[in-house]
């Protein structure tokens, strides 16, 4: 028996990410089911925006720490999902580091999207990270989510140039409309096709005889 995917979305703050995807999902071009968005922030925008698509969005107190989610917070987290039984978590713009209980109950199971092409600039602000490097063409990126944080395996990536005028807007804006593309696809190849991952390698199709 197939059944549609689930998905479960993390947010912080504007949920332009996970709109896109709500988007792609109304128009047919992505085959899933939002069924839960969380968010450490009472006033994320993104929680409003997820209502207006009818999913189910809540607020769930992140704990003391700033940056992760630790203890109660982190097991309250993990029991939504799980109850609301998503194939995939998606880190859309959620502001915290998760931790070794988190990707042990959603093994190999929850992506994240990151405004550089990794492994160059992870962490926070990469796109004033490559303005001020000076490279000519940064990008964005959608991975696996290991304990090593930007650094899991890539399942794909978009390039976009960077121009001598960029402000930090600019550029931020160049790669977020990447974001919004790249991001579904991303669901689409790990949920409509067969892969491996070998080593860092997320290998999609068969496995090819004698090379
Ligand atoms: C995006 O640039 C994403 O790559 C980064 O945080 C930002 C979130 O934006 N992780 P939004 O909330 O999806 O609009």
């Known amino acids: 028996m197939s059944s549609i995917t689930k998905l479960g979305i993390l947010v912080s703050g504007r949920g332009s990410n996970m709109e896109a995807i709500l988007k792609n999902i109304e128009d047919g071009k992505l085959d899933a089911k939002v069924v839960i968005v969380l968010s450490d922030n ?76 990794l492994p160059s600039f992870p962490g926070l602000k990469a796109q004033s990270q490559a303005l001020n490097y000076g490279v000519k063409f940064s990008g964005c990126t959608v991975h696996f989510v290991t304990e090593d944080v930007d650094a899991g395996p890539i399942i794909i990536q978009s390039c976009v140039p960077v121009y001598d005028d960029d ?23 790990i949920t409509e096709h067969p892969f491996r991952i070998e080593g860092r390698r997320v290998i999609f199709g068969e496995r090819r005889q004698n090379g």
Do not use: C, W
């Not at 929680?47 to 940056?67: C, F, N």
């Not at 998606?90 to 931790?99: D, N, S």
């Not at 807007?169 to 593309?181: A, M, P, Q, V, Y």
């Open 42 to 117: 009472s006033d994320a925008p993104a929680l409003k925006k997820a209502k207006k698509y009818g999913v189910d969005a809540r607020y769930i107190h992140p704990g003391e720490k700033k940056t992760v989610l630790i203890g109660t917070a982190e097991q309250e987290y993990i029991k939504t999902l799980k109850e609301k039984e998503v194939d995939y978590v998606l880190l859309a713009g959620f502001m915290r580091v998760i931790k070794k209980a988190f990707i042990q109950a959603f093994p190999m199971k929850i992506l994240n999207i990151h405004p550089a092409l």
């Open 167 to 189: 402000t930090e807007e600019i550029l931020s804006f160049r790669i977020l409309k990447e974001e919004h593309r790249i991001y579904t696809e991303a669901i689409k190849l």
